[in-house]
């Protein structure tokens, strides 16, 4: 089953077996979003900041889940908020009994699959296309995301078409992917300079980079392969 759910900003799609893990995933992203709006008219700096944050005090789970993904990639937290959101929403499936649950939020996905999963990359106007990467089942849940200079609303400061990163911290994924994109410049010599960002950042398992016609790889990545990336599959408002 597959299920597009939208909450103002929020846009997801949501995979499952059972109408009732899609509707845990829908009341997890209402209920979630409800705490971030709430702590964000108290603290109207939490997001707008692009620096780490300062987490002294009680938070909700989403507010600080964003707010150590940032810090440990030195930007801000809402850097890490769709992929928090999607991590969040599979954990309140896999309660309900899912053992196969994906919340793609804007190309920000968390997922635990108990099958293999194709995953395409969208690069927006890179040659490189049609290629995507085999995700082989697990029990546990796991997060890939994407940031791009040229694809989507979000801000980046760099120039990757498509930057993906794996973890099975969700948030952290998010906020990898988005200091990655940051750290792309153009060409050849630019993506291989952009892990550096990634360089001793514990719990990142890999990531790809796409600019251009270059592609680079870093750390353990999912099997590439050829994939059909249709544009109507793309999570997007």
Same mark, same amino acid.
């Given at each position: 089953?597959?299920?597009?759910?939208?909450?103002?900003?929020?846009?997801?799609?949501?995979?499952?077996?059972?109408? +009732?893990?899609?509707?845990?995933? #829908? @009341? %997890?992203?209402?209920?979630?979003?409800? @705490?971030?709006?709430?702590?964000?008219?108290?603290?109207?700096?939490?997001?707008?900041?692009? @620096?780490?944050?300062?987490?002294?005090?009680?938070?909700?789970?989403?507010?600080?889940?964003?707010?150590?993904? *940032?810090?440990?990639?030195?930007?801000?937290?809402?850097?890490?908020?769709?992929?928090?959101?999607?991590?969040?929403?599979?954990?309140?499936?896999?309660?309900?009994?899912?053992?196969?649950?994906?919340?793609?939020?804007? *190309?920000?996905?968390?997922?635990?699959?108990?099958?293999?999963?194709?995953?395409?990359?969208?690069?927006?106007?890179?040659?490189?296309?049609?290629?995507?990467?085999?995700?082989?089942?697990?029990?546990?849940?796991?997060?890939?995301?994407?940031?791009?200079?040229?694809?989507?609303?979000?801000?980046?400061?760099?120039?990757?078409?498509?930057?993906?990163?794996?973890?099975?911290?969700? %948030?952290?994924?998010?906020?990898?992917?988005?200091?990655?994109?940051?750290?792309? *410049? +153009?060409?050849?010599?630019?993506?291989? #300079?952009?892990?550096?960002?990634?360089?001793?950042?514990?719990?990142?398992?890999?990531?790809?980079?796409?600019?251009? @016609?270059?592609?680079?790889?870093?750390?353990?990545?999912? #099997?590439?392969? #050829?994939?059909?990336?249709?544009?109507?599959?793309?999570?997007?408002?």
């Amino acid at each position: 089953m597959k299920e597009q759910f939208r909450l103002k900003e929020t846009i997801v799609t949501i995979q499952a077996d059972d109408p +009732i893990y899609i509707e845990a995933a #829908r @009341e %997890s992203i209402i209920m979630h979003r409800r @705490e971030l709006e709430t702590f964000i008219a108290s603290d109207p700096f939490f997001r707008t900041t692009l @620096e780490p944050y300062d987490l002294n005090g009680d938070f909700p789970e989403v507010v600080r889940r964003m707010a150590e993904a *940032g810090n440990i990639m030195g930007i801000g937290p809402m850097s890490a908020v769709a992929g928090t959101i999607s991590a969040l929403a599979v954990e309140a499936m896999a309660d309900k009994g899912a053992t196969f649950a994906i919340v793609d939020n804007g *190309g920000d996905m968390a997922i635990i699959n108990d099958r293999p999963v194709m995953v395409g990359i969208y690069a927006g106007n890179s040659p490189l296309k049609d290629i995507g990467f085999a995700i082989a089942p697990r029990d546990n849940i796991t997060g890939v995301c994407t940031s791009s200079g040229s694809v989507g609303p979000s801000i980046s400061f760099g120039m990757a078409d498509a930057a993906v990163v794996f973890s099975d911290n969700v %948030s952290l994924a998010d906020s990898a992917a988005t200091a990655l994109g940051n750290a792309t *410049g +153009i060409g050849k010599e630019a993506v291989e #300079r952009s892990f550096d960002v990634l360089q001793g950042i514990p719990d990142i398992k890999g990531a790809i980079v796409i600019q251009g @016609e270059y592609m680079g790889m870093w750390g353990e990545v999912p #099997r590439l392969c #050829r994939a059909s990336v249709s544009y109507e599959c793309i999570t997007k408002g």
